[in-house]
């Protein structure tokens, strides 16, 4: 296996790189880099081609090229389309992607069935560009999960709190910077849940804010008024 550091290495050997190769040579409008993968917007071919050449003698590395097809081009897990005056873009999966997940029905914590179902939501919702882009993909990710054995209502209720979230607007009567988060350290078993109530309600019970005028920020417990007196 790698070093865990590898990624820290390769981005600080690529910004050397990058630093000596832009410093005698045009760098294009947009020139992007994720580790490294690159993506450039270049004039033509000779000008791709150039900036690869010098990429190649400064890094000592080989880089290959590829290009877009009818200005559509794959970056990562992002389909950018540039045929229009504007970039599009959408979730790219590749074509030999069989389409498999953690299973529906597999014998784990529920909060990984939620996980994985939440991964697949985020990226819809930030990859895409406009709100058909990312009601195909809601609709293409939902069969995916359906085929690896989640049930539709499970889905779409993920879906939809994310959503929620989208579209909600900010309230103006939740206090902010005075927040306080509070850590703790527990084993890996079925039995999280009781821990962490066990932890909300010794708050309820026995924490008090400074200042008597804050409110509680998330939902109070069942047995506790709306208005605690903890944050």
């Known amino acids: 296996m790698g070093s865990p550091l590898g990624v820290l290495f390769a981005n600080f050997f690529m910004g050397m790189v990058e630093r000596k190769v832009f410093s ?28 690869k050449t010098t990429l190649q003698r400064v890094s000592g590395l080989n880089f290959t090229t590829e290009n877009s097809v009818n200005g559509q081009l794959p970056f990562l897990d992002v389909k950018i389309d540039a045929s229009s005056q504007s970039f599009k873009t959408g979730v790219y999966s590749k074509p030999s992607n069989p389409g498999l997940c953690l ?11 939620k996980s994985t179902i939440d991964d697949y939501v985020r ?14 993909e809601l609709d293409r990710i939902t069969q995916v999960l359906v085929n690896n054995g989640f ?81």
């Open 151 to 231: 049930s539709n209502k499970e889905v779409q209720n993920v879906i939809n709190t994310h959503l929620d979230r989208w579209y909600r607007p900010p309230t103006d009567n939740i206090q902010t910077g005075h927040k306080i988060t509070i850590f703790y350290k527990n084993i890996m078993s079925s039995n999280y849940r009781a821990d962490e109530d066990a932890i909300r309600k010794i708050n309820g019970k026995y924490v008090r804010p400074s200042n008597s005028a804050l409110k509680v920020l998330h939902p109070p417990l069942p047995g506790y008024p709306r208005d605690s007196e903890f944050t």
């Open 24 to 51: 005698t040579t045009r760098k294009p409008p947009i020139y992007t880099r994720y580790v490294d993968d690159i993506f450039v917007l270049v004039r033509d071919q000779r000008e791709l081609e150039d900036l």
């Open 123 to 136: 990226r819809a919702l930030s990859h895409r560009s406009d709100w058909n882009r990312t009601h195909a």
């Open 103 to 113: 299973n529906g029905n597999s014998e784990c914590p529920s909060r990984y069935r």
